[in-house]
C-alpha cells in the first residue's frame, strides 16, 4: 500500500537538498505518485498530473538545474544518482514512502536509479523511455555519438549540436536543403533565453551521464515485479528511447508495455493530450501491484 503525503499539503514550494534548491509540487488525494521527467519539470508534466490527481496524490518537481531548481554550482553534471537521492527527499517531504514513480525519458533514468537506491519506498516504477545506450548490442557506437554531440556543442553551437542530438535519439531532422519548400512553415515564438539555457544544458551537462548510466541488473532485479519497462506505441522502432526499454527488461525478465502515443504524447503545449497517457499508466500501476 502506498502511504499519502501530509493532510493539506498541495501547491509550490522549494526543498533544499545539497547542492540545489528544489522547486515541487503536490496536487490531488490518494496514494502518492512522483512524475519525474528530465529535462521535463512541472511545467511539461501538470497536465498529466491533473489527469492522476483523481485518483493519486501527485508529486511534480523540477529537476535539479532547470527551472525552478537552481544549482549551487551551475557546472555540475547531472548524475542519476543524485537525482534518485532528490527524489527521495522528496517523497520523505511528502509524507514517505512507499511511492509510485511514473519516469519518463531522462526521468525515467532517474526513476530506474531511485528503484536502485530507494527500493524501501517503491511501490511500483514504471521507466518510460529511459535513452539508455548501455542495454542495447551497438552500444560503442552509440556512446561515440553522444560524445560526439557534446564536442560539437563545444565546437560548433547549440544548433548544429541540437540537429546531432535528434540523429542519435532517432528523431526526424530537419528537412535537408534541396528538399525545403518554397514556403517556410510559421514555427511560431522563437525559443526564450530559459529555454536556450535548459537545452544547452540538457545537452552539456546532462546528455552523456544520462544517457551512459549503467543499470544495476541484481538491485533492479531486488524490485521483483514492482518495475515496469515502457515505450511509446507510436515511436518509431529504430528510436533509442524505444529501443532501450524493450532491450532492458529482455534482460532483467521484466515488464515491458507500450503505453499511448510517442515520446511525449501528454505534454499539452506540444499538442498532447494526457488523458490516454494517464488512463494506460494507472492501468499499469495497478497491475504491478496486485
Do not use: K, N
Request: charged share 20%; aromatic share 4%; with cysteine.
Amino acid at each position: 500500500m502506498s502511504s499519502q503525503p501530509a493532510a493539506g499539503q498541495t501547491g509550490m514550494t522549494t526543498l533544499a537538498v545539497p547542492g540545489a534548491s528544489l522547486r515541487y509540487e503536490v496536487h490531488g488525494e490518494g496514494p502518492l505518485l512522483a512524475l519525474v521527467g528530465h529535462p521535463m519539470g512541472i511545467d511539461d508534466l501538470r497536465g498529466l498530473a491533473r489527469a492522476l490527481a483523481g485518483s493519486r496524490t501527485v508529486l511534480l518537481h523540477d529537476p535539479r538545474g532547470f527551472g525552478g531548481s537552481p544549482l549551487v554550482d551551475p557546472s555540475d553534471d547531472a548524475d542519476p544518482a543524485v537525482l534518485a537521492d532528490d527524489l527521495a527527499a522528496l517523497v520523505r517531504e511528502a509524507g514517505g514512502g512507499p511511492v509510485e514513480v511514473v519516469g519518463t525519458s531522462g526521468g525515467a533514468v532517474t526513476a530506474l536509479a531511485f528503484a536502485q537506491r530507494h527500493h524501501d519506498l517503491v511501490a511500483a516504477v514504471v521507466a518510460h523511455e529511459p535513452p539508455l545506450v548501455g542495454v542495447l548490442p551497438d552500444e560503442a557506437e552509440l556512446r561515440a555519438r553522444t560524445d560526439e554531440v557534446v564536442r560539437i556543442l563545444h565546437e560548433q553551437g547549440p544548433g548544429p549540436a541540437f540537429g546531432a542530438f535528434m540523429a542519435l535519439a532517432g528523431f526526424d531532422g530537419p528537412p535537408a536543403p534541396d528538399d525545403e519548400p518554397d514556403e517556410q512553415p510559421d514555427e511560431g515564438q522563437p525559443p526564450s533565453e530559459e529555454e536556450m539555457a535548459a537545452g544547452y544544458r540538457m545537452l552539456a551537462h546532462g546528455l552523456v551521464p544520462i544517457c551512459t548510466w549503467e543499470p544495476d541488473d541484481t538491485a533492479l532485479r531486488a524490485v521483483d515485479g514492482r518495475l515496469v519497462l515502457a515505450g511509446g506505441a507510436d515511436s518509431a522502432p529504430t528510436q533509442l528511447a524505444r529501443r532501450a526499454p524493450e532491450a532492458l527488461a529482455s534482460r532483467l525478465g521484466a515488464v515491458f508495455v507500450e503505453l499511448p502515443g510517442d515520446h511525449a504524447p501528454f505534454v499539452e503545449r506540444m499538442g498532447g493530450d494526457p488523458a490516454p497517457f494517464a488512463a494506460a499508466v494507472r492501468d499499469v500501476l495497478d497491475r504491478a501491484q496486485r
